[in-house]
DNA sequence: ACCTCTAATGTTATACTATTACATATGTAA
DNA sequence: TTACATATGTAATAGTATAACATTAGAGGT
């Protein structure tokens, strides 16, 4: 079973846990809470908190999920390859977050780093909007 | 008592909860918890968690504090105008906590939201640094 | 196959963080 | 004064997260 690439190894070391509470933030696309996982996968033979939050721990580790810590809820990664660099929209009116792709974001926020003469080795950034909904309404 | 001018309202109002809890934060400046807050003020007539959590709040509202939610920790503001706009390096090791000034960064994240095409109303920046005494050892 | 080591699991209990609810008091403005 | 908003005090409870310990599953080397 070794046969495998190396870029393959993440996929598949995956845990039956860990991989449950993948699938429930893939499929939701959306922040769930720790203990609103742990309700939802009950019948996945989640039972304790603990299992939970050590799944969600190896997860953001793997940089598959992240965690929006002003709401204590954890998001699945919407871009490939932010190692533990987030930055996120959250809607002042209705919560509702998007991660923002960091495709053109790396470029501005070296520049910002740069100007401000930081030294940094990661960063989360949250801006905080009126989504399109909340501004219409 | 009301012979005050206009913008002293804003020094004046604090309550004597509102008062005590913000010179902890002075006098400390650093990153505080509020049951350590809560601790450390019970000679000073705080005795339940909300106590504190209401003074933090109002606090928080009038940008003479910030909460660093990460660590759920409350440090005092160290500019004269973030209004709720705040950015902050974080030690990865030994979690030390300091507030950027202002004054350069608001260019920088102009551009960059202007860069990323977002329309934010507030922003809280976390960048993640090894601080200098944690660089050395 | 066997041994070894590391990571993950299962379970219980407990620690830490924050809010609800309700009664009371205080300050401010008409 | 009356009315209103804001702040307080207190008790109970809700929500978030980790410690501790025993057990199991996997990966790698021999
Ligand atoms: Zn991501
Ligand atoms: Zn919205
Ligand atoms: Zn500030
Ligand atoms: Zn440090």
């Keep these: 079973m070794s046969s495998t690439h190396t870029h393959s190894k993440k996929n598949q070391s995956l845990t039956k846990n860990q991989r449950i509470v993948l699938d429930l933030l893939q499929n939701?696309?959306?922040?769930?809470?720790?203990?609103?996982i742990l309700d939802s996968l009950k019948k996945e033979g989640l039972n304790s908190p603990l299992q939970v939050y050590r799944a969600l721990d190896k997860l953001v580790e793997l940089g598959k999920?992240?965690?929006i810590e002003s709401?204590?809820?954890?998001?699945?990664?919407?871009?490939?390859?932010?190692?533990?660099?987030?930055?996120?929209?959250?809607?002042e009116r209705c919560g509702k977050v998007k991660e923002i792709k960091n495709k053109y974001l790396k470029d501005s926020v070296s520049d910002l780093v740069k100007d401000n003469q930081l030294e940094i080795t990661r960063y989360n950034l949250e801006f905080y909007v009126l989504c399109?909904?909340?501004?219409?309404?």
């Design 28 to 36: 939701s696309g959306e922040p769930l809470k720790a203990y609103f």
């Design 132 to 137: 399109k909904s909340c501004k219409i309404n």
């Design 71 to 91: 709401i204590n809820s954890f998001i699945i990664c919407n871009n490939s390859n932010c190692a533990s660099n987030t930055a996120f929209t959250i809607c």
């Design 65 to 67: 999920i992240h965690k």
